[in-house]
């Protein structure tokens, strides 16, 4: 995994991320080479950070080259947007637990492609599939506690940052997952 680091800028947070996403617009960054972690389904501690940091702040994924373009945005911030980088750590890895539970063959069949085919830059970890078969419910109707088939699993999806931020649209885009939030690990 390429280095990725989490930024952490104090100063308001929706005059900041609009003023950051302009800047790096106008420098010829695309959207999806970095991540408000408020956007895209990350768990964020915000009751200790607005104590911790004094008010409010931005998490930002991104590599270590756009981290230098980053710190310049950060540093030529106007002065009605006041934006200070209080913390930058190096990104270990993303995950999010999930599981999901169907009783429908075709969507069982989806289910199974999605994980075999996972966005590039996440991997499946602690996979547990279950398949129940069960010949004495056939004919049941469709709302019965008891089915003639049901698919249900569990795991982890990990790797980068946006690897896992992929593969997290995917599935929680989908009604029969659940998805926790994703969660980031330093270094």
Same mark, same amino acid.
């Not at 990725?4 to 947070?13: A, K, L, N, Q, V």
């Not at 069949?109 to 830059?121: C, D, N, T």
């Not at 004495?136 to 003639?148: D, M, N």
């Given at each position: 995994?390429?280095?990725?680091?989490?930024?952490?800028?104090?100063?308001?947070?929706?005059?900041?991320?609009?003023?950051?996403?302009?800047?790096?617009?106008?420098?010829?960054?695309?959207?999806?080479?970095?991540?408000?972690?408020?956007?895209?389904?990350?768990?964020?501690?915000?009751?200790?950070?607005?104590?911790?940091?004094?008010?409010?702040?931005?998490?930002?994924?991104?590599?270590?080259?756009?981290?230098?373009?980053?710190?310049?945005?950060?540093?030529?911030?106007? &002065?009605?947007?006041?934006?200070?980088? #209080? /913390?930058?750590?190096?990104?270990?890895?993303? $995950?999010?637990?999930? *599981? +999901?539970?169907?009783?429908?063959?075709?969507?069982?069949?989806?289910?199974?492609?999605?994980?075999?085919?996972?966005?590039?830059?996440?991997?499946?970890?602690?996979?547990?599939?279950?398949?129940?078969?069960?010949?004495?419910?056939?004919?049941?109707?469709?709302?019965?506690?008891?089915?003639?088939? &049901?698919?249900?699993?569990?795991?982890? #999806? /990990?790797?980068?940052?946006?690897?896992?931020? $992929?593969?997290?649209? *995917? +599935?929680?885009?989908?009604?029969?997952?659940?998805?926790?939030?994703?969660?980031?690990?330093?270094?």
């Amino acid at each position: 995994m390429a280095a990725t680091y989490e930024i952490i800028i104090r100063g308001d947070t929706d005059a900041g991320r609009e003023y950051l996403r302009g800047f790096l617009s106008g420098r010829g960054q695309k959207q999806a080479e970095y991540l408000f972690t408020k956007d895209a389904g990350f768990s964020l501690s915000h009751i200790g950070e607005l104590i911790k940091f004094h008010g409010d702040v931005i998490h930002l994924v991104c590599n270590a080259a756009l981290r230098r373009l980053i710190t310049t945005a950060v540093a030529s911030s106007p &002065e009605d947007i006041e934006l200070e980088i #209080v /913390e930058s750590r190096r990104v270990v890895r993303a $995950s999010f637990e999930f *599981k +999901f539970k169907t009783a429908n063959r075709k969507v069982a069949g989806s289910i199974k492609r999605m994980l075999a085919h996972l966005p590039a830059g996440s991997t499946l970890t602690g996979y547990v599939p279950k398949e129940i078969i069960d010949p004495s419910a056939e004919g049941q109707e469709l709302y019965s506690p008891t089915h003639a088939y &049901e698919f249900l699993g569990s795991g982890t #999806v /990990e790797g980068s940052p946006f690897g896992v931020k $992929s593969a997290y649209d *995917k +599935f929680h885009d989908n009604e029969f997952f659940h998805c926790d939030e994703i969660e980031i690990q330093h270094a």
